[in-house]
């Protein structure tokens, strides 16, 4: 599977983000294409990471069927056979499309990332460590950086278009979309993570952290949008080798983010792009993470093949 750092189709592109190409299809539906590029700290790589798009594309699609039961999703194909079959113009451009697109329904996205928090880390540690709280709410002190929390934490972000997303309250959340949708979101939230996280610790990964996207579909209901408990959106901890007190490995990027962290120590690199050159045996560490990720959840390897 050749990498794709980009995606040039016949359909008019409505956002580019660090990792995917949005196209409108149509007023109803839209053509979501995960490229192979690849983010840390907020610089996207000049390299791509091999198989990356068709993870996150089949991932999202695999765990789409897991919630089915739960919420409605914007999704109505990930088979790249559908794709160009209902999408005219696409045919020539089946073999680049292979696994990583996904036509949808189009909805009216809600402005905010929906986390949840099984246990204690990244952002989450860092507020708490500094000041026991977590968006300005107290925790339970005594806690230790990756312990699992006594119970899950919905703990809403604003999304930003550029830099990091903004924790905030719940009150606050629910003042920016309204109380009942934002009652809706967290209830989704919790049943989503609960499905997902029973899944997963089944099969050795815990699912430390998470976020949703939603958004109101044009029959007005509220829909579940965008990339799905994947290791660009997720936290994923190996269960085997899970030790509260400290940082945990996970499966998605750890190898990138390693190396630039030592470029940085080392004087290399400044933090900002362009970011040093990633050598050969980073990139295929990387590619690695992402494909035993899928293998772990699903109990299959990525074959696009089986999905064209």
């Not at 928090?117 to 709410?137: D, M, P």
């Not at 998470?210 to 044009?218: D, H, L, S, V």
Request: proline residues 6%.
């Amino acid at each position: 599977m050749t990498p794709m750092g980009s995606s040039d189709l016949p359909l008019k592109r409505i956002a580019r983000g660090k990792v995917r190409d949005v196209y409108e299809v149509d007023a109803s539906r839209l053509l979501l294409v995960a490229t192979d590029r690849v983010s840390a700290f907020d610089v996207v790589m000049r390299e791509t990471i091999p198989f990356k798009g068709a993870v996150l594309t089949q991932l999202s699609a695999w765990w789409f069927a897991q919630v089915a039961d739960i919420v409605s999703t914007h999704l109505i194909t990930a088979r790249t056979s559908d794709i160009v079959r209902l999408v005219p113009g696409l045919a020539s451009f089946r073999q680049a499309l292979a696994g990583r697109a996904m036509l949808c329904r189009r909805a009216t996205v809600f402005p905010i990332e929906c986390v949840i928090r099984g246990y204690i880390s990244g952002s989450a540690w860092k507020e708490y460590a500094k000041s026991g709280t977590l968006a300005g709410e107290p925790l339970p002190a005594g806690l230790r950086e990756s312990d699992r929390l006594a119970e899950p934490i919905f703990s809403p972000a604003t999304k930003a278009e550029t830099g990091h997303d903004e924790n905030i309250t719940v009150s606050c959340m629910r003042q920016i979309v309204g109380e009942e949708v934002g009652v809706e979101l967290e209830r989704l939230t919790r049943a989503v993570f609960a499905r997902g996280s029973a899944i997963a610790e089944n099969r050795g990964i815990i699912v430390a952290d998470t976020k949703f996207e939603f958004g109101r579909a044009g029959d007005g209901s509220i829909v579940l949008i965008d990339e799905l408990l994947t290791p660009d959106s997720s936290r994923f901890w190996p269960a085997d080798s899970y030790r509260p007190g400290g940082s945990q490995p996970s499966f998605d990027k750890q190898p990138l983010r390693d190396y630039l962290d030592g470029e940085r120590r080392a004087g290399h690199w400044n933090g900002e792009a362009p970011a040093p050159r990633l050598p050969d045996e980073v990139v295929r560490a990387t590619s690695a993470r992402y494909l035993d990720a899928f293998r772990r959840l699903t109990g299959e390897s990525l074959d696009v093949s089986d999905r064209t």
